[in-house]
Nanobody
Framework: QVQLVESGGGLVQAGGSLRLSCAASGIIFRSTTMDWYRQAPGKQREFVAELTGGGSTSVAESVKGRFTISADNAKNTMYLQMNNLKPEDTAIYFC?????????WGQGTQVTVSA
């Protein structure tokens, strides 16, 4: 059974940093593509960052140079380091494990960036 649990969200001032964690069970990171998505109020869920099973990473243009995705395979935990946060980064952040047949989602963690 796949379970994803995000943590690390909170309230931070613009220019600050947060590190989100996604603790996973029931999956093997080396065999799974893992993503971070976010959803702001009144907006659609959008892609933030991806880490493939082979270790390749990609991030959305809107966060390039500020956000970094990584994982600790021994802990089965994925991270999203967010630096130089902006008010427009305010959203619920979700981690996801993507398989050909379906995608598993965590419950999300709220990030609020004040101006």
């Amino acid at each position: 059974q796949v379970q994803l649990v995000e943590s690390g969200g909170g309230l931070v001032q613009a220019g600050g940093s947060l590190r989100l964690s996604c603790a996973a069970s029931g999956i093997i990171f080396r065999s799974t593509t893992m993503d971070w998505y976010r959803q702001a109020p009144g907006k659609q869920r959008e892609f933030v960052a991806e880490l493939t099973g082979g270790g390749s990473t990609s991030v959305a243009e809107s966060v390039k140079g500020r956000f970094t995705i990584s994982a600790d395979n021994a802990k089965n935990t994925m991270y999203l380091q967010m630096n130089n946060l902006k008010p427009e980064d305010t959203a619920i952040y979700f981690c996801a494990a993507r398989y050909p047949a379906r995608t598993y989602w965590g419950q999300g963690t709220q990030v609020t960036v004040s101006a």
